[in-house]
Each structure stands twice: as structure tokens, then as C-alpha cells.
């Protein structure tokens, strides 16, 4: 097999190979011939080079060396590979306005019940009142006061 033609499981691989990995086997000699992106020396610009196992990068007919190129940084995606990884951010990013929109209708029912309990909490306490006037019993009186007490622990005015 010809070092062109790779399994799915070395291109998985090569996948996986970081920066640092990349510049070091360009520095041995080591990097497979493909497009790279490449960071330059200067001004920190990154650009696609193509690099062959005999000559090194090159653009057009200049030869770069390890003094105008700072770092590899990765492969240069197929076009199947560019499409797919286009396709996953699109579906990721639907999902996370999906999610958005989720949160954002959750907290607006949030600030509802927040309301809704506020009300009931003072016909509780009205009724409290009215409980302890009236002199009615302690088990009835003691159950509005906890129901109070729990609605004002969750609304955090304890």
C-alpha cells in the first residue's frame, strides 16, 4: 500500500495527531506529502502549504524553511471531510438554539410560577392571620406557617 492510500483507521489516527506532533515530524522529516495549515514566522499569518517528502512546503516556486515556518497546525481537510465537519457544526449548531429557545420559554415559565407563588403565599398568610384571630387550631395554623415558610425558601426570602 502505497503511503497515499490510507485505511480508516490511520486516517482516524491522523485525526488525532496535535500541533506539536505535526512540527515535530516535519522537523525530522517525518510528515506524510498532503496540505497543511501552516503558521509563518512572520506577522503570525496562517496559510495552507502543500508538503511533499522530497522537497519540504513549497507555494508556487518558493521553498519554505524552518525559519519562516513556526508551526504545522494541521492537515488541510478533503472536501468530504470539510463538508462532514460542516454538516456537524450546522446539527450542533441547531441544537444549542433548540436548547436556547427551551431555556429561554423555562425561564419565563419560571418568573410565572415565581408570581404565582407570590400570590398564593399572601392569601396563605391572610388566611394565617385570619387563622390565628379566630383562634382556630394549632395543627391548621401550623400548616399554613410551614406552607409559608416553604414557599419563601423557594422564592430565596427566608
Known sequence: MSKSQKTKNEQQKDLCITSEQ?????????LPSGWYWVK???????????????????????FYDFEEISEVLDKVPSYEQWKSSNKLILTLMDNIKDK????QRAIVKNVELKELLKK????????LALCIDLNFGEKQKNK???????????????
Open 100 to 103: 436556547s429557545d427551551l431555556l
Open 22 to 30: 505535526l512540527t515535530e515530524q516535519w522537523k525530522k522529516g517525518e
Open 40 to 62: 509563518m514566522s512572520y506577522q503570525d499569518a496562517i496559510i495552507p502549504l502543500y508538503y511533499s517528502e522530497d522537497y519540504g512546503f513549497k507555494y508556487d516556486d518558493h
Open 120 to 127: 398564593h403565599r399572601d392569601t396563605l398568610a391572610r388566611t
Open 144 to 158: 399554613f406557617a410551614d406552607d409559608i415558610a416553604e414557599i419563601d425558601q423557594v422564592l430565596g426570602e427566608e
